[in-house]
């Protein structure tokens, strides 16, 4: 098999930044253009909504100031007339809030001259208002002359400076006003040279953004998609498609590089599965040679005729000798060799394989004696069923050696054939050691191959009418139940 150069060392499929890079810094200026354009639009509208709001707030303030100084006159007036404290209270309410309206108009002055004389003009007359509204009242608390005549020829001058002032606050709205008006010219002026701005910004965006699409069609998805007409032809089987060059080193000239190496390197593991194969047929070859030479040499070495000859031999020799019992036995293990030996697949009565249980069962009471006890019954007609050969042996033959052998004081292995709505069961179980896990006992890798080929050969033959089912308690025993279909 070739060896293939690492992909750390091969120079060709290195990241390379140069393509990143350009299009990071094409789609940063763009970014940034967006940005600065939506910022001095907000800006922009930031400043004029506060401009607005700030004369918005000089107006209504003017026009409350001009609206409670009439108040206290009007209040001062009612008092004069009806001496009433609830008036003389309004009017004295009325005055701190008059001082404060003055003192915000104070704060948000213009810089204009005129502005500025304006607002010294309403504090003295302010301050000469209230001087003269304070004597009105004193004089009608005093009662001085003829009392209510001087105290109301006082107010009748308090009214007189009030409508100075009135007129003060006027002309000073109209100069808040010119200013206003003047200053939202320039700003005017100003969001038409932004609008304009951002309006050729906008022009040179869209114009970017189009020579960006098509130098990125051009660099990226023209490559991307004859690539991938590339690698719909090699899915198809045609290993040896053309792959476009990229000059450029960029991820594009990478992939497409990477692209080719794969394809090379798919062609030459195709090559090698095709070279393992053709090793692994041969090897399997070789290997169903072998053990066909081991069969045939182990049929040369055993014959069974020879086999069968020898043990009949030893038993009349047994026989002449007086040892019945070992002469039982060698007819015994006899006839379970001749049954072992035929075909896997020979079919045989249940009579038939139950014989040859209680023969193998019988050489095993000679190895265990009382640790082994066995019992069988068949209520069913044995000669009318059949089963393949060596079915119920094998489950006998695990139940002793995985079941009873591995305890000291040994036990019981049952073998029990009935017949229940027209199905044969069989029943195999031992009083034994049980079993931890029975998939266990069923895997490949098990021990227990006998159970394993027995259940597989009874598939083959009743197909799903089988029921094969194995029961098993640590310590307790298992129980194997077979049940099939009687015809």
Known sequence: MKTRPAEADNPHLRPHRSLNAR?????????????LVAVGIGWLVSEQNAVFSDFLQTYLAIHRFRVILADSERAMDRYLRDRSESDLASYRAL????????RTLNQSRTGELED???????QFGLL?????????????????????????????????????????AERLLQVRLEVGDAFATALARRARAVTVGAGSAVALLIAVMFGFAFAFSRTVTRPIVLLAHSAHEI????????????????EIGTLAEAFRRMQRNVKELIHDVQDKHELEVRAARLSQSLR?????????????????????????????????????????????????????????????????????????RHRFHERLEFSLSCEIDARSVSIPALTIQPLVENAIRHGIEPSEEGGTVSVRCTLVDSHVIIEVADTGVGMDS??????QTSERIGLRNVKTRLKLLHGDALRFDVESTPGRGTVISIRFPAQ
């Open 235 to 250: 899915a198809e089987g045609n290993l040896d498609a053309p792959i476009i060059r990229v000059t450029t080193r960029d």
């Open 292 to 364: 066909e030479a081991q069969l045939l040499g182990l049929q040369s070495q055993i014959n069974p005729h020879f086999l069968f000859n020898t043990l009949n031999t030893i038993s009349r020799t047994a026989l002449f000798e007086g040892a019945t019992e070992t002469t039982d036995l060698i007819q015994s293990l006899a006839h379970v060799f001749r049954y072992m030996l035929q075909e896997p697949h020979t079919t045989v009565t249940l009579e038939d394989e139950l014989n040859i249980v209680e023969e193998y069962v019988t050489l095993q």
């Open 116 to 122: 500025y004389f304006q607002l010294r003009a309403i």
């Open 95 to 102: 005055v701190p809030t008059i001082w404060e309206i003055h």
């Open 23 to 35: 299009h990071f810094f094409l789609v940063a200026a763009i970014v940034f253009l967006t940005v």
């Open 438 to 443: 029975v998939a266990a006992a069923l895997d």
């Open 128 to 168: 000469a208002y209230i001087d003269t509204m304070a004597q009105a009242v004193a004089a009608a608390d005093e009662g001085i002359g003829d009392g209510a005549g001087d105290a109301y020829s006082l107010y009748v001058h308090a009214a007189r400076i009030r409508s100075y002032v009135d007129g003060y």
